[in-house]
Nanobody, 126 residues
Framework: QVQLVESGGGLVQAGGSLRLSCAASGRTFSSYNMGWFRQAPGKEREFVAAISWSGGSTHYADSVKRRVTISRDNAKKTVYLQMNSLKPEDTAVYYC???????????????????WGQGTQVTVSS
């Protein structure tokens, strides 16, 4: 249905910025709601941001909402996560997910996503 590949992670100093990309393959990318999750060592995967298939609705975790912007370009089959003012606590593997159906509060739930990428590492040093 859809394959996802994340990129753009790396090592940055606190206060720096990164833009993560999630490139999708498949004919129906524009039909999917998209989300970003992250997982730090020894912790559960947590919701970061989500965007509806049209791009008209976005939601963010409280911990990042003033520093992160999610966007998508359906023509390029790509979803982005712009992260600014990075903090050491942002260090994690960041995963891109896709889900079909209606955009709903289930965007916050890992189990609601149908497809996942392999993740990209973000490390923020003090």
């Amino acid at each position: 249905q859809v394959q996802l590949v994340e990129s753009g992670g790396g090592l940055v100093q606190a206060g720096g910025s990164l833009r993560l990309s999630c490139a999708a393959s498949g004919r129906t990318f524009s039909s999917y709601n998209m989300g970003w999750f992250r997982q730090a060592p020894g912790k559960e995967r947590e919701f970061v941001a989500a965007i509806s298939w049209s791009g008209g609705s976005t939601h963010y975790a409280d911990s990042v909402k003033r520093r992160v912007t999610i966007s998508r370009d359906n023509a390029k089959k790509t979803v982005y996560l712009q992260m600014n003012s990075l903090k050491p606590e942002d260090t994690a593997v960041y995963y891109c997910g896709a889900r079909g159906g209606y955009y709903s509060p289930s965007y916050r739930l890992e189990a609601s996503y149908d497809y996942w990428g392999q993740g990209t590492q973000v490390t923020v040093s003090s």
